[in-house]
């Protein structure tokens, strides 16, 4: 399908994914910045040679509106000419939640304390570090644009990120009931080994719910199958109750 096929939404993503604390040496010191050791691990732990791609997470005092957020993001990129890619976001652990940046794409690991210092230029503050630690599961809100190709069946292709697929589920799930729908997929042979993620667009005045895929090289029909086998197990996983 062609370019003029590709629509783009905004909407949200929920993830689970251990985090650690990185040091203060390629930081503005003393500040906080969390990076995922292990992303997609519900794939890369079934690939543990490939390369991984890298997110960092820069944990914000205070809170920023989207709006200020998106207008700091756009002056930065006009004089970083390195690419990145950033989009705002929440983070919970030890039960407490704080609002990020989320980084990725990044050329070189050490740019991450040159962009901490064009967003103090904009007026975005870090939070201090309070603690080190290794390998937490936290809870990942993120909210982004989406760049989405229909190839049918409800399904879409991210042509904004590679390796990222979607299809539309018919409503909302709570974390914990999606993760047992996906471990029964999983537990299926006849299915490859992917991670999945709870995502939503805001699209005709209303809310669509979804699932995002991640899997590298997949194939549209495999992406089909494992929709058709999740909308099995959610009709049945609901009809249960």
Not at 48 to 55: D, E, L, R, T
Not at 72 to 94: E, M, R
Not at 114 to 123: P, V
């Amino acid at each position: 399908m062609g370019s003029h096929n590709i629509i783009e939404r905004f909407g949200g993503l929920i993830k689970e994914e251990p985090l650690t604390c990185l040091q203060d040496d390629i930081l503005i010191p003393n500040t906080c910045v969390l990076e995922s050791v292990s992303p997609f691990f519900g794939y890369y732990s079934h690939e543990p040679q490939a390369h991984k791609p890298q997110y960092l997470y820069c944990a914000l005092n205070g809170y920023y509106s989207f709006e200020t957020i998106t207008r700091a993001t756009q002056n930065i990129h006009k004089v970083f000419k390195s690419p990145f890619d950033a989009v705002t976001g929440n983070i919970t652990l030890y039960g407490l939640t704080n609002q990020v940046i989320r980084i990725r794409n990044l050329q070189f690991y050490n740019h991450i304390s040159t962009l901490q210092n064009l967003y103090l230029n904009e007026g975005i503050t870090f939070k201090k570090k309070t603690r080190k630690f290794e390998n937490e599961m936290a809870m990942i809100k993120l909210r982004k644009f989406i760049l989405l190709e229909p190839v049918g069946d409800g399904v879409f292709i991210d042509r904004g990120q590679e390796h990222h697929a979607y299809f539309i589920i018919p409503g909302q799930l709570d974390w914990e009931d999606f993760k047992k729908i996906t471990d029964q997929v999983k537990y299926d042979p006849n299915y490859f080994f992917f991670d999945g993620a709870i995502a939503f667009i805001y699209d005709q005045g209303g809310i669509k719910d979804m699932i995002r895929i991640y899997r590298e090289n997949f194939e549209v029909d495999e992406i089909i199958d494992l929709k058709n086998k999740y909308m099995e197990l959610i009709d049945q996983f609901i009809g249960s109750r």
